[in-house]
Nanobody, 116 residues
Framework: QVQLVESGGGLVQPGGSLRLSCAAS????????MGWFRQAPGKQRELVAG???????TYADSVKGRFTISRENAKNTVQLQMNSLKSEDTAVYYC??????????WGRGTQVAVSS
């Protein structure tokens, strides 16, 4: 069983930065993909950024150049550095992980609000 704990959300002004962190715990963790999803009110959950155990990354077009995902395999942690935040980035952000190339476990989420 995998447990995911997210941290780092909050309220920030447009143009500001936030850093999200997620720690995975459990037995015999061999996680391949780790990533961040978000869901805004009235919208579907979307993949924001993902990273494999080998370091390959993928980003949603809307965050390219502003967000950076990183992970520490030995600690089973993944981070999302979010810069130049916009109001449209406001959402609940969820950490997701998978043992293969599909995500199968999600955290409870952390709220990110971008507003002046």
């Amino acid at each position: 069983q995998v447990q995911l704990v997210e941290s780092g959300g909050g309220l920030v002004q447009p143009g500001g930065s936030l850093r999200l962190s997620c720690a995975a715990s459990g037995t015999n963790l061999r996680l391949n993909v780790m990533g961040w999803f978000r869901q805004a009110p009235g919208k579907q959950r979307e993949l924001v950024a993902g990273i494999t155990s080998g370091g390959a990354t993928t980003y949603a077009d809307s965050v390219k150049g502003r967000f950076t995902i990183s992970r520490e395999n030995a600690k089973n942690t993944v981070q999302l550095q979010m810069n130049s935040l916009k109001s449209e980035d406001t959402a609940v952000y969820y950490c997701g992980v998978g043992f293969g190339f599909e995500y199968s476990r999600w955290g409870r989420g952390t709220q990110v609000a971008v507003s002046s």
